[in-house]
Nanobody, 118 residues
Framework: QVQLAESGGGLVQAGGSLRLSCAASGSIFRSSMMGWYRQAPGKQRELVASITSCGSPNYADSVKGRFTISRDNAKNSVYLQMNSLKPEDTAVYYC????????????WGQGTRVTVSS
């Protein structure tokens, strides 16, 4: 069983920055693609950024140039640095682990709330 624990959410003014962290338990972390998703009120959950086990990142168009995903396999952790935050970035952010590319998410964290005030 894998457990994912997010931290780092909070309230920030537009233009500010936050860094989300996700600590994973279990031995599959190093071989898993890790991702950050978000869900705003009344909207579907969407992929924000992902990073393969080899460290190759991918971003949603809405966050390109503002967000950076990274991972530290020695610490079983993945991070999301969020800069130039906008009110539309307000959402609950979830960490996710996918064991096999092309398959669905295998494990979800409990989420951390990010609120960006205008």
């Amino acid at each position: 069983q894998v457990q994912l624990a997010e931290s780092g959410g909070g309230l920030v003014q537009a233009g500010g920055s936050l860094r989300l962290s996700c600590a994973a338990s279990g031995s599959i972390f190093r071989s898993s693609m890790m991702g950050w998703y978000r869900q705003a009120p009344g909207k579907q959950r969407e992929l924000v950024a992902s990073i393969t086990s080899c460290g190759s990142p991918n971003y949603a168009d809405s966050v390109k140039g503002r967000f950076t995903i990274s991972r530290d396999n020695a610490k079983n952790s993945v991070y999301l640095q969020m800069n130039s935050l906008k009110p539309e970035d307000t959402a609950v952010y979830y960490c996710a682990a996918t064991r096999f590319l092309g398959s669905g998410v295998d494990y979800w964290g409990q989420g951390t709330r990010v609120t960006v005030s205008s």
